[in-house]
């Protein structure tokens, strides 16, 4: 309901009456003013004028579900986007929804997770700290094998939404971060639950440093945020309404067949092609140059000995890339 009065005083001119956001949201005077109170607890500015209403000054970075969806227009991702204050972690919240029958398209997103992780079940900095993390449902009638041309899917997304909202210069680092320069500004990790022979459902789950001044001395040196390259805030609720907008368009696309014209732009904006990469195999570490990237998702090296080998998964090594 908090979220329903933001958006009518985000876009009234000038007051609006109590009366009529009483008869706009179906609630009592009493209760708007009950939800008035709660969110100028929560660091919203509302001017209120006896015989005029309440006025919208200043809101504070939080997202907004009402926002993120109004006249959104999507067909697959964003149907229905929730945002929460906190979390354990956005994959795991959809997991839990997916079990109760949660519809595909579903958003779930957090000002925070209490146990963010990223691939390997490293542990991803996501505190109340400025940062967009934000999870997705899809259920796609596609074989196991499929999961790392899913992946190349919601990174090239990802990629051209930062670059077409900030203007920075935002690279993918195969398979699944984004970075600006050598510092990392966006990571993704994608799960899903499959049969032998088919996905259940597939869960990416996105955290992209958005508004962060700073981070944990540990990655300080291997991490970037958008306000750190900009100068600039970025408002976090009209950012994912765009992120979803391109996710829609390139998943839906890659659900039916992700264009030759895709693949290509999404090899010339991949950091990784062209560098010395080392990759760990059966224990041993191989080297060599990154040398394409298959219509699967797939990273092909040639090795220093002269053999092109191909890899779907795992732990890379990028030099000169954190």
């Known amino acids: 309901m908090r979220s329903k009065i933001v958006s009518i005083l985000e876009t009234s001119e000038g007051y609006i009456s109590g009366e009529r956001l009483s008869k706009e949201l179906g609630i009592t005077r009493s209760a708007v003013w009950k939800h008035i109170k709660e969110l100028k607890e929560n660091g919203y500015e509302i001017e209120s004028v006896h015989g005029m209403g309440y006025r919208l000054k200043s809101a504070p ?16 991702v964003g149907r229905t986007v929730v945002t929460l204050k906190t979390v354990d972690s956005t994959n795991e919240e959809i997991k839990r929804l997916a079990r109760e029958g949660a519809q595909e398209g579903l958003v779930v997103a957090s000002e925070e ?28 009638e596609l074989p196991p094998a499929d999961l790392a041309s899913i992946t190349l899917a919601v990174g090239y997304a ?7 909202c900030t203007g920075l210069d935002a690279r993918i ?66 950012f994912l309404r765009e992120l979803l907008k391109k996710l829609d368009t390139v998943i839906s696309g890659f659900l039916i ?19 010395t990469v080392s990759v760990i195999r059966s224990g041993q570490e191989i080297k060599g140059v990154a040398r ?8 092909v090296i040639m090795t220093s000995e002269g ?16």
């Not at 970075?61 to 006249?71: H, K, M, Q, Y």
């Not at 963010?116 to 109340?128: A, E, H, P, V």
């Not at 053999?307 to 954190?322: N, P």
Request: hydrophobic content about 40%.
């Open 113 to 140: 997770q209490t146990a963010g992780k990223g691939r390997f079940g490293r542990l991803w900095s996501s505190g109340n700290d400025g940062g967009l993390y934000f999870s997705f449902l899809l259920k796609p």
């Open 61 to 76: 970075d939080l997202l907004n579900a009402e926002r993120i969806t109004a006249g959104l227009g999507v067909s697959l």
């Open 292 to 299: 394409d990237i298959t219509a699967a998702g797939e990273l």
């Open 173 to 238: 680092k195969w398979p699944n971060d984004i970075i600006i320069g050598n510092k990392k500004l966006c990571g993704i990790l994608t799960e899903m639950a499959a049969q032998s022979d088919r996905i259940d459902y597939v869960i990416p789950g996105i955290g992209i440093n958005v508004n962060n001044r700073e981070f944990p001395e540990h990655i300080s040196s291997k991490a970037t945020s958008i306000y750190m390259e900009t100068g600039e805030m970025t408002d976090r609720s009209e």
């Open 307 to 322: 053999h092109e080998l191909i890899i779907s998964s795992g732990e890379v090594t990028v030099q000169g890339i954190y």
């Open 158 to 164: 990802v990629c051209l939404a930062v670059r077409e």
């Open 257 to 275: 067949s992700l264009s030759i014209d895709d693949i290509e732009h999404f090899k010339t904006i991949c950091a990784t092609i062209g560098r």
